[in-house]
Nanobody, 116 residues
């Protein structure tokens, strides 16, 4: 069983930056970030494999977000810049124990609110 704890969300003005963190209680093969805005479906944001060399981003990211991980700390980060009001959502961290398996574990989510 792996527990995930997100942090770093908050209120920021449009054009601002935030860095989300997700600390895992154990080793994970792949970690990802998803988000869900009110009334919308959950959306893929980014994923990173154990090596850190393989990353994927959602189409909307367009260079504004960067995912990274510190395996020594079992922590994944999501650096977000040039935030837009449409980025407002609850951001969830997820972890997969197999490199190409489903996400087995999910965090509780952290709210990101971008004001215009």
């Amino acid at each position: 069983q792996v527990q995930l704890v997100e942090s770093g969300g908050g209120l920021v003005q449009a054009g601002g930056s935030l860095r989300l963190s997700c600390a895992a209680s154990g080793r994970t093969a792949r970690m990802g970030w998803f988000r869900q805005a009110p009334g919308k479906e959950r959306e893929f944001v980014a994923a990173i494999w154990w090596s850190g060399e393989t990353v994927y981003y959602g189409n909307f990211v367009k260079g504004r977000f960067t995912i990274s991980r510190d395996n020594a700390k079992n922590t994944v980060y999501l650096q977000m810049i040039n935030l837009k009001p449409e980025d407002t959502a609850v951001y969830y961290c997820a972890a997969a124990t197999l490199s190409n398996g489903v996400y087995d574990y999910w965090g509780q989510g952290t709210q990101v609110t971008v004001s215009s």
